[in-house]
């Protein structure tokens, strides 16, 4: 075999795995095209508690973290700037418009090792359980640089409100 033919099969295989990952994703945009992260501003007078600056790495689907989402804007792993309110949580990813978490929307925090491609030391991500749409839960991961994953995590359990009771105690 002639070293042309052999360099002309390894160009169309990695043509068609390139071409397989693009139509992955592409599938992935399509399944997730109806989930839209929440941007805006905090509230007029909502006072800030705490800021943090660190890394974004992820959205997956709750409890699934090597499931990522391709939502609009939390697609990527990027800079992030998170400001924890007395209303909610502020993420400023860098090149995209403010995303605003509404305190009534988060359901959990907590921290975590693994998320996607990303490992870590023992609980070195910050995890934030919220709702996106009135029945879907998502889980964003996130690595503060000056700060502790705990430090963040405590700053936002108690902007979040008690679970409703579920089930019935009559």
């Known amino acids: 075999m002639s070293r042309e033919l052999v360099l002309t099969l390894w160009i169309l295989i990695a043509v068609a795995l ?75 990813l860098t090149g995209a418009p403010r995303i605003f978490l509404d305190a009534s929307r988060l359901t959990a925090a907590d921290q975590s090792t693994v998320a996607i491609d990303r490992v870590v030391e023992r609980d070195g991500l910050a995890r934030l359980a919220w709702r996106i749409d009135d029945a879907t839960i998502v889980d964003t991961y996130l690595r503060p640089q000056d700060a502790s994953a705990r430090a963040l995590v405590d700053a936002v359990r108690p902007i979040i409100p008690p679970a409703a009771p579920t089930g019935s105690d009559a």
């Open 18 to 92: 390139l071409g397989l990952l693009a139509w992955a994703w592409w599938r992935r945009i399509r399944r997730d095209a109806g989930l839209i992260a929440p941007v805006g501003e905090a509230p007029a007078g909502a006072s800030s508690l705490a800021t943090f600056s660190g890394l974004y790495v992820a959205t997956t689907v709750h409890d699934q973290p090597l499931e990522r989402l391709a939502i609009r804007r939390l697609g990527f792993r990027s800079r992030v700037d998170v400001t924890v309110t007395d209303a909610g949580i502020a993420l400023d």
